[in-house]
């Protein structure tokens, strides 16, 4: 997996990675279509990527949501990372964003005990 693409949004830094695509261009396309045997040689002579992206986002240095979606056939990275990841056409930063916050909302109604607590507790459980 690549990284290709970085941004900060508020407290969270979005981080777009991308990989071969593992999928035949068959199994998305249209079997009979005419030009499945042309764009798998556009992808095998390096004319086209074929990629799965994903997207996580951290906040200070801890993963709180990603997506990703796969079956992504552009002339170049530099489309990828225009198309999906700057201007999200397919909703995927939105969406690692979206859980991002999720995780946030629910990490702050954690109650945590003192550290003296966990100490004590930890210790207790310990085979000496």
Not at 2 to 27: C, L, S
Not at 36 to 55: C, L, P, S
Not at 101 to 123: D, G, H, N
Request: proline share 2%; glycine share 8%; aromatic share 12%.
């Amino acid at each position: 997996m690549e990284r290709i693409w970085e941004k900060d949004y508020g407290p969270f830094r979005a981080f777009g990675y991308v990989a071969p695509e593992e999928i035949d261009v068959a199994e998305i396309f249209e079997n009979d279509a005419d030009n499945v045997d042309e764009i798998r040689n556009d992808i095998n002579n390096g004319d086209k990527v074929w990629v799965w992206a994903q997207v996580k986002v951290y906040c200070k240095g801890i993963e709180l949501g990603d997506a990703s979606m796969g079956g992504l056939l552009y002339k170049d990275y530099d489309g990828i990372k225009d198309e999906v990841f700057e201007k999200d056409t397919h909703d995927i930063v939105h969406e690692a964003l979206k859980g991002a916050r999720a995780s946030m909302k629910y990490l702050r109604e954690v109650k945590i005990p003192s550290q003296e607590q966990l100490t004590s507790q930890f210790m207790e459980g310990q085979v000496w």
